[in-house]
C-alpha cells in the first residue's frame, strides 16, 4: 500500500484532475484599454483655443470607432467646451463690432463746437461783454508808414452803429464757402473796417497765408501779397476783449480761450490791426489783445476741417497750407 509523504508532502496530480488553469492563458488580470491621445487633445485644446478643440474631438470620436480605445467622454466634453467657448468669443466680438461702430457714429454726430470747448470754470475764458460808454464814438484809422499792399481807401472815421448787433457775411474760397456772423455790437469799428474792405474787393483773390496747429489753432488772411506783412496802409485801435481790460491789469498779458468759431484780427502789437484776420477751428489760448469781431457757421467750419486736416506745408506747425487756400470773394448781406 502506497503511504502519502509525512507533512503534506508534494502529491502529484491525478490524471483526471484538471490543471489549475487553462492552458496557454497568463496569469494576472487583463491589461487596460488606451486613452485615445486625440481626446486628450481635444480637451486641451477646448481650453487653449477653442477651434482646435473642436477639430481634434471630431478626429477623436472618429478613431474611437476604429479602435475601441477609451476616450469619448474626454473627446466629447472637450467638443462641448470648444462650441461653448467659440460661440462666447463671437458674441464678444460681435458685441463689441457694434459698441465701436456706436462710438464713432455718436462722435461724427457730435458738434464740433462740444467737442473743443474749454472746460467750464476753467478761470480761462474771454472776458463777460459790457460795452464801453465810448463804444463806435470816434473810430479813427489812421496811416501807417508801410503803403497799402493793394489800393484801397481807409473806412470813413467817426462814429459807426452798434446795430444791427450782427452782420451776416460770405467768404468765398477755393475749399468752400465760410460763413461768418460779425459781432457789430461789440466790434462795430472793426466790422467797420472789415466791411469797407470787402466792398472794395480788397480780399478777393488773396490767399489764407498761415495755418497753424498748436496753442494756437486757426487759418489767417487778409494779406493779398501772401507774406504775412502786407496790409491796407492804416491801422486802428483793438476792441474787445481788450477794452474789458485796464491798460495797467496783469491779467491782459494772460492766454484766455478763443472759442472754436472765432474771428479775430491779427496784429503785431495794441493798436496795429489793419487787414489781417484769422479763422479759430479749435479752442486757442492766446491773451486778450486779439479783436475777437464775429464767428463761424458750421458750414464755414466743416471747410476749415477739411482745410486743418491737410495740415501745413512742411509738416510742421506753423506755416502755409499744404493745400493752397485762396479767397474768391467777400459779400455782406
Known sequence: ???PPPYGGYQPEHPSYPPAYPVGYPAGYP????????????????????PLGIVFGHISLSQLKRSGEQG????????????????????????????????????????????????PGSGRQLPAFAAPLNL???????????????PVTPPRSGPVPTEPATVEAGMVTNRGAIGLKLANGRAPCTVNNFASLAFQGFFDGTPCHR???????ALQCGDPSGSGTGGPGYRFPNEYPTNQY???DPAVK???VYPRGTVAMAN??????????????????????????????????DTLDGIAAAGVADGGTDGKPAGPVEITSVTLD
Open 1 to 3: 500500500m502506497t503511504v
Open 211 to 217: 495755418l497753424t496747429t498748436g496753442e494756437l489753432a
Open 72 to 119: 469619448r467622454g474626454i473627446a466629447i466634453a472637450g467638443l462641448i467646451i470648444g462650441y461653448v467657448m467659440t460661440a462666447l468669443t463671437l458674441v464678444a466680438v460681435v458685441l463689441v463690432v457694434v459698441f465701436a461702430v456706436l462710438i464713432s457714429r455718436a462722435a461724427e454726430d457730435m458738434p464740433r463746437q462740444d467737442r473743443y470747448t474749454a472746460a
Open 268 to 301: 503785431s502789437g495794441p493798436g496795429t490791426n489793419g487787414s489781417q484776420f484769422f479763422l479759430v477751428y479749435e479752442d486757442s489760448l492766446l491773451p486778450p489783445t486779439y479783436t475777437v469781431f464775429g464767428t463761424v457757421d458750421k458750414t464755414g467750419l
Open 31 to 50: 491589461p487596460p484599454a488606451r486613452t485615445n491621445g486625440m481626446a486628450i487633445a481635444s480637451l486641451i485644446g477646448a481650453v487653449l483655443f477653442a
Open 254 to 256: 494772460q492766454p484766455v
Open 246 to 248: 485796464r491798460l495797467s
Open 136 to 150: 463806435g464814438a470816434n473810430c479813427q484809422y489812421p496811416a501807417t508808414t508801410a503803403p497799402a499792399t493793394r
